[in-house]
């Protein structure tokens, strides 16, 4: 495959609280909205991935393996290939540089379109699933992950909005969060949903052109979105069990995000290799197996190491662009 952009982010760290029981969020912070538990679940998500070094191309990397010569984090924990670093470890700085081979460290959005693209998906992923649990009733989790954008993303990619020149989406995601923190009904919170997702997508518009035509660009985000929405998998499951309802949602969010980005880029992913462009389709909707409802199934339909291997499939396909 051609050579990668390679870039680090910062892994955010996850608190499990309450069981069985509603747990009460202060109501007059919008961005922590109260959720009830019908098992385990996470409501508070923290940590601000470090900062590091410049993006830059190039990287050794043997087949189904995009990027450097030091290969893949381990599945699992924070800095595995699980968390946004080793989610998008692939993509990390250049050789010898910082963010580069051998380093753990994550440089900023601002410096890398790959952390910047990854992170304004991950929003998107949060609102995709807000809106599904949001419309069918869940309207308590669902205005959670209104919040989500902001509270979790959007420090992380506030100095490369400013940098390109792009403004209000702060106001947009905040908004949002205020507003589904009332929980109104779905029409009258839809003009700031998609205020949201318009604010989002012009963030997304001031990603250099020649990038969002590169098959290999967009594949290696694809697959660093789809790591991240597999270790949500992981992160939701214990025992068997699923026992974090959030990172369930999580993950389904990311997924189905991941596959509108393929279908988004249609045209430039098919003139590279239109067979490989659906099969990398025939891929995600094997690895979105994993979710096959809004509300997690009684019991995982999918094994964490099938999906891993699902997603190490994608990986290999995605090399014969």
């Known amino acids: ?56 191309h190039g990287g050794e990397g043997g087949e189904a393996s995009h990027g450097g010569e030091g290969g893949e984090a381990g599945h699992g924990g924070e800095g595995g290939e699980g968390g946004e670093a080793g989610a998008l470890s692939h993509l990390g700085g250049g050789e010898g540089g910082e963010g580069g081979e051998g380093s753990a460290s994550a440089p900023a959005a601002v410096n890398s379109p790959g952390v910047y693209y990854a992170t304004l998906l991950f929003m998107k992923g949060h609102l995709w699933v807000a809106e599904e649990l949001y419309t069918s009733g869940n309207t308590e989790i669902g205005s959670a992950h209104m919040g989500h954008p902001y509270a979790e ?52 518009a001031s990603l250099d052109p020649s990038l969002r035509e590169d098959p290999d660009f967009i594949a290696d985000v694809a697959l660093g979105v789809l790591r991240k929405a597999a270790h949500e998998y992981e992160e939701a499951i214990s025992d068997g069990e699923f026992v974090n309802v959030v990172e369930y ?68 396909h995605a090399n014969n662009l």
């Not at 989406?169 to 507003?179: V, Y």
């Not at 929980?183 to 012009?202: G, H, K, M, V």
């Not at 197996?289 to 339909?301: D, F, L, T, V």
């Open 1 to 56: 495959m051609a050579t990668r952009m390679k870039l680090w982010v910062g892994i955010g760290a996850c608190v499990l609280v309450g069981t069985g029981q509603t747990a009460a969020a202060d109501a007059s912070d919008p961005f922590q909205p109260v959720t009830t538990a019908t098992s385990t679940q996470l409501l508070a998500h923290g940590g601000e991935g470090s900062e590091g070094g410049e993006t830059s």
């Open 249 to 316: 949602h999580d993950g389904r969010g990311f997924a189905h995000v991941t596959r509108k980005l393929l279908e988004d880029h249609a045209d430039v992913l098919k003139a590279a290799d239109a067979d490989t462009y659906e099969t990398l389709l025939a891929d995600v909707d094997r690895i979105l197996e994993a979710w096959p409802s809004a509300m997690p199934p009684e019991k995982p339909a999918v094994s964490t190491s099938e999906l891993a291997g699902n997603v190490s499939r994608f990986e290999l």
């Open 153 to 204: 993303h959007f420090d992380s990619v506030e100095d490369a909005l400013e940098e390109r020149g792009v403004t209000g989406i702060h106001d947009a995601l905040e908004h949002l969060a205020e507003e589904a923190g009332s929980q109104p009904d779905w029409s009258a919170l839809e003009p700031a949903y998609q205020e949201a997702q318009s604010a989002i997508d012009r963030a997304i």
